[in-house]
């Protein structure tokens, strides 16, 4: 009791004064302080999200803050979900702290503390999600993650979540869903602030690891929110972001197998009317500029439905490409060479190999003529940040879709740079470009 009339008191001298430190209610910061709560700020990285930051409400008013006064042990657990010792638990290392407000922003004084959490590719202990093998395939969770925090100085802790932020995932709708004979799929979507009359519409598909019921999963599991940031949207003027789930993944055929285009998938009639009804219930979609992408399993899906409907889209940009090329006819190949499209694919990729998918697939469409192809091909897929060895980090081959998601392919098959009007542009700027 006497350390809440202390705060109080305080409070109320310092309101008076000035009623700008009044950041949030003082029943609320004392509550908050008391029973321990902190907020969990999360990030999207290459590899996935992890929580970047957590912000502590004080008892006090702080006008500085010491990353050595805290400590942080993390939990990390699931319902039937087995981990190594090493992602279950483990400690979070401090790189900074700072007075903060009680979303995290950096002020002179405030009644909460922000510490900055290191973050790396290799740290299992980091991420809010798992990749679950269950019931014959796996899939990216979200899973249960525990802070206990600790003042060392003067033993407060902190262990009760009240809540948790995540900006580039909040710019999405999440509640989409699309029936039709029989199969459901959710979607998120994006919609633009744009003064245009009609803004392009970006669909990406996920990969195998990312299907389910929950579309953040297929948003934040390798970062494709990115399709909504200020940067990429800057291309297209603004530009309407799609990105559909499927329940399971979208290689799967009527058997429940993986089908590599020897057979058909269950799900590529529902998607495409899935597409088309998202075109036609927003008017502001232009739909002379329905860009379709995706990696790995999204990848087959992307050039499926581009098979299917050769003269729907109007362009096509592919990471890590899982349909084999053997399975693609030449009429095929004929019916969809006007798509503009751009592959991308690392050479060292053990998952999709290159020269079973992508590598023949290009030629024969370079060899019959396609006007609007080209193709990144890249020696590995490596740290862009510079953060963790730059281009001495490899991550795995597979993952060449870090290439789409950060704008970064640039240049074509044979090393030259990909020109639009005598231009070298990258592969969002190219595909801004793109119109039926």
Same mark, same amino acid.
């Given at each position: 009791?006497?350390?809440?009339?202390?705060?109080?008191?305080?409070?109320?001298?310092?309101?008076?004064?000035?009623?700008?430190?009044?950041?949030? &209610?003082?029943?609320?910061?004392? $509550?908050?302080?008391?029973?321990?709560? #902190?907020?969990?700020?999360?990030?999207? #990285?290459?590899?996935?999200?992890?929580?970047?930051k957590v912000v502590l409400?004080?008892?006090?008013?702080?006008?500085?803050?010491?990353?050595?006064?805290?400590?942080?042990?993390?939990?990390?657990?699931?319902?039937? *979900?087995?981990?190594?010792?090493?992602?279950? %638990?483990?400690?979070?290392?401090?790189?900074?702290?700072?007075?903060?407000?009680?979303?995290?922003?950096?002020?002179?004084?405030?009644?909460?503390?922000?510490? *900055?959490?290191?973050?790396?590719?290799?740290?299992?202990?980091?991420?809010?999600?798992?990749?679950?093998? %269950?019931?014959?395939?796996?899939?990216?969770?979200?899973?249960?993650?525990?802070?206990t925090i600790t003042n060392?100085?003067?033993?407060?802790?902190?262990?009760?979540?009240?809540?948790?932020? #995540?900006?580039?995932?909040?710019?999405?709708?999440?509640?989409?869903?699309?029936?039709?004979?029989?199969?459901?799929?959710?979607?998120?979507?994006?919609?633009?602030?744009?003064?245009s009359a009609k803004s392009?519409?970006?669909?990406?598909?996920?990969?195998?690891?990312?299907?389910?019921?929950?579309? $953040?999963?297929?948003?934040?599991?390798?970062?494709?929110?990115?399709?909504?940031?200020?940067?990429?949207?800057?291309?297209?003027?603004?530009? #309407?972001?799609? *990105?559909?789930?499927?329940?399971?993944?979208?290689?799967?055929?009527?058997?429940?197998?993986?089908?590599?285009?020897?057979?058909?998938?269950?799900?590529?009639?529902?998607?495409?009317?899935?597409?088309?009804?998202?075109?036609?219930?927003? &008017?502001?979609?232009?739909?002379?500029?329905?860009?379709?992408?995706?990696?790995?399993?999204?990848?087959?899906? /992307?050039?499926?439905?581009?098979?299917?409907?050769?003269?729907?889209?109007?362009?096509?940009?592919?990471?890590?490409?899982?349909?084999?090329?053997?399975?693609?006819?030449?009429?095929?190949?004929?019916?969809?060479?006007?798509?503009?499209?751009?592959?991308?694919? /690392?050479?060292?990729?053990?998952?999709?190999?290159?020269?079973?998918?992508?590598?023949?697939?290009?030629?024969?469409?370079?060899?019959?003529?396609?006007?609007?192809?080209?193709?990144?091909?890249?020696?590995?897929?490596?740290?862009?940040?510079?953060?963790?060895?730059?281009?001495?980090?490899?991550? &795995?081959?597979?993952?060449?879709?870090?290439?789409?998601?950060?704008?970064?392919?640039?240049?074509?098959?044979?090393?030259? &740079?990909?020109?639009?009007?005598?231009?070298?542009?990258?592969?969002?700027?190219?595909?801004?470009?793109?119109?039926?």
């Amino acid at each position: 009791m006497k350390k809440s009339f202390l705060v109080l008191s305080t409070f109320l001298m310092l309101m008076i004064l000035n009623p700008l430190l009044a950041i949030e &209610p003082i029943t609320k910061i004392i $509550s908050n302080y008391e029973d321990g709560s #902190y907020t969990l700020i999360l990030e999207g #990285y290459d590899w996935g999200p992890a929580v970047k930051k957590v912000v502590l409400p004080t008892a006090t008013l702080n006008t500085e803050a010491n990353a050595s006064d805290y400590i942080i042990e993390v939990e990390r657990s699931a319902v039937g *979900v087995e981990m190594k010792s090493e992602e279950a %638990k483990g400690s979070r290392e401090i790189v900074f702290a700072y007075v903060s407000d009680a979303n995290g922003s950096r002020v002179s004084e405030g009644n909460h503390v922000t510490l *900055v959490l290191l973050v790396h590719p290799k740290n299992p202990i980091d991420s809010p999600i798992k990749y679950v093998f %269950k019931d014959g395939r796996g899939s990216n969770q979200w899973i249960d993650y525990k802070m206990t925090i600790t003042n060392t100085s003067t033993s407060k802790i902190w262990n009760n979540e009240a809540s948790r932020v #995540y900006k580039d995932l909040y710019r999405f709708d999440l509640k989409g869903k699309h029936t039709i004979n029989g199969i459901n799929l959710t979607y998120a979507s994006f919609e633009p602030k744009t003064t245009s009359a009609k803004s392009p519409l970006i669909i990406w598909l996920h990969g195998g690891g990312e299907g389910g019921t929950d579309p $953040s999963i297929a948003l934040v599991a390798n970062k494709a929110t990115n399709y909504a940031s200020p940067e990429i949207q800057s291309f297209f003027n603004g530009a #309407y972001v799609l *990105v559909p789930q499927a329940p399971t993944f979208w290689m799967q055929n009527v058997n429940g197998d993986y089908t590599r285009g020897d057979t058909d998938d269950i799900y590529n009639k529902a998607l495409f009317k899935l597409i088309d009804n998202f075109v036609k219930d927003n &008017p502001k979609v232009d739909a002379d500029r329905v860009y379709i992408g995706g990696c790995s399993n999204g990848r087959y899906m /992307s050039l499926k439905l581009i098979l299917e409907h050769p003269k729907y889209f109007a362009a096509s940009y592919i990471s890590a490409p899982a349909y084999l090329d053997s399975n693609i006819t030449d009429k095929q190949i004929e019916s969809i060479k006007n798509v503009p499209i751009w592959f991308i694919h /690392s050479k060292d990729d053990t998952t999709t190999l290159p020269d079973e998918t992508v590598v023949p697939l290009y030629k024969r469409l370079v060899n019959a003529k396609a006007p609007n192809v080209h193709f990144s091909y890249y020696e590995h897929v490596i740290d862009l940040t510079g953060f963790y060895g730059g281009e001495n980090y490899y991550f &795995p081959g597979h993952w060449s879709w870090i290439y789409s998601h950060a704008n970064h392919a640039n240049f074509d098959f044979n090393g030259e &740079p990909v020109l639009l009007q005598g231009e070298n542009v990258s592969i969002m700027k190219w595909l801004a470009a793109q119109k039926k």
